[in-house]
């Protein structure tokens, strides 16, 4: 099974994530901890990231889609994977596209979890209330910031996957039980095809 979950921050992409991880088996693929490992393990491509943020630059797609190519050839992304964090732009898209293709692999569903901004501002900020404490990304403030951002750059692709025909959608303000089955219902639907 290979997947994209894809929605705004705080959707409870992550908490989606771990349970499929947990259920079926499969690896979840996190950019920021395949970049952080490339350049851990000092290889050709994580010493060229390196170089690249030691300028204060961002990392370009080209990098990061040979970092996910070296990525999937580890033995246990062979079941399947979740990329959580990518693809973030209508290019990255296209690029991860190319990248199954040249790999004879396809994804098996692209998973968005809708949720209202308004409904997610409140929840994020109530969930910092209730630990007692705000992280840094659980301001007013900050998610805003986050969601603009969001919504300029990353909403753009659930419209290239919708216009591919692979989009599928579940209402993410249900609890975490509801929105997981919903997505598992979508799963079974997607692998039955």
């Known amino acids: 099974m290979r997947l994209i979950l894809l929605g705004p921050p705080g959707a409870g992409k992550g908490t989606q994530a771990q349970r499929l991880v947990a259920k079926h088996g499969i690896v979840q693929l996190s950019t920021g901890n395949m970049l952080r490992a490339s350049v851990a393990a000092g290889t050709g491509v994580g010493v060229r990231a390196k170089a690249i943020m030691d300028r204060g630059e961002l990392v370009s797609d080209d990098v990061m889609i040979e970092i996910i190519a070296d990525r999937l050839d580890k033995p246990d992304a062979a079941k399947g994977f979740i990329l959580d964090g990518f693809p973030r732009t209508v290019a990255q898209a296209e690029a991860l596209s190319a990248l199954l293709a040249r790999r004879g692999l396809k994804l ?10 308004n409904i997610l501002t409140d929840r994020i900020v ?17 998610l805003t910031k986050r969601l603009s951002v969001y919504h300029v750059q990353t909403a753009p692709v659930a419209e290239y996957y919708r216009q591919k025909g692979m989009l599928k959608s579940v209402d993410g303000m249900g609890t975490m039980e509801q929105v997981g089955a ?7 639907a997607a692998t039955e095809a």
């Open 182 to 188: 919903a997505v598992e219902n979508l799963l079974s």
């Open 108 to 117: 098996d569903a692209v998973i968005e979890i809708a949720v209202d901004d």
């Open 126 to 142: 109530g969930r910092a209330k209730e630990t007692g404490g705000a992280r840094a990304d659980d301001t007013v403030e900050t």
